[in-house]
């Protein structure tokens, strides 16, 4: 088969949770597959090949396209203009097939593109044919629209995604939360929707031991939580500095992009005085953060709605403690192996991080069921459900 793949979401250096997915799953698929064809699709005026990963597979083929992504996704979303599907049989100048049906081609075919993936929402258009597969990985933009901005609120509503729902032979959900989600929100059948999982990676980094790997992370501070995610209302970011300000003699490293009103919590830390006690990592890679998941008390991870809740998993299997809300996903991604505590609540996190403090037998207990945790999943696995998918007859 002809494999189409959306890899818009790996144009930028630094990836964040869909990105994470779409790059292990990819990764692992290509690993696996050596029979079907596959064409990775992207557009950016801008260069950005520097910052895609380098697979060197024979029958994995790059497809970058340098129009206007505003022109482009304006000609997908209201024009069904350009067909993807076309411009990489043009781009690569493949032959489409005339006359022979898809199920006398040989694998893999010499004709046009039989299947195009999408590892989360976007913009497209596809000619006839053409079978489409979708990963969704939440629906908190539908189920919280105030903790985003009106413009990501305005992209939610141009994007039609009930449309794109409809349109797919099938649907890839990440947890059992997302395919209910899905069912209730879209009233989307629940026989289109199958749940894959994801994984963690990080775990397998390989750390060098040195006395100065520390040093690497700007001198992090000996006693401290850690929080990784964006920082955004969705994240309940401001409950963990509120508790923070009543645990005395801890620090706090928070990871991750600025987003959507993530001023308000780098005020309220001035306003509490705790400018000293809580460091900003705006982005670290693989290695650095298996250091600071390896050596924090835990991970507090106070999210109101997750569709699985990747650095649960990522803590978890570096050894790391975990806080976190008792909501939506997180239950099928850490099981009971956390610290389970209400989001809405500041004083059940205050315990919860006092807890962890003081009690080394608690938190050793955590990690022996982190780690048994973590064998559920693996992006292995995730890749070879995904191909029996998206390849099914079905």
Known sequence: MNIGIDIRCLMQRERTGVGEYAFNLLDNLFKIDSQNQYF??????????????????????????KYSNKLLNFGFRFLGWPKINKMIEKKLSIVPLRGISRSEKNCPPAGGLDI???PDYNFFALGGGVRLFLTVHDLSLEIYPEFYSFKKRLWGKFLAK????????????VSENTRKDLVDYYKTSSEKVEVIPLASAIASCHCEETEGRRSNLNNPPENYFLFVGSIEPRKNVESIILALNQVKNVDLILVGPKGYRANKVFRLIESLGLKNRVKYLSYLNPKEKKILYQEALALVYQSYYEGFGLPLLEAASCGCPIITAA??????????TALLVNPYSVDELILAMRQIKEDHQLREKLIAMGYQQTKNFSWQKTAEETLEIVTSNE
């Open 162 to 173: 009930k449309k794109i729902l409809k349109q797919a032979r099938k649907i890839i959900a």
């Open 40 to 65: 990775l699709f992207y557009n950016s005026h801008a260069p950005v090949e520097q910052n895609l990963p380098k697979w060197n597979y024979p029958n994995v083929k790059f497809c970058g396209f």
């Open 327 to 336: 909501n939506s996903a997180i239950g099928e991604t850490i099981g009971q």
């Open 116 to 118: 195009f993936f999408m």
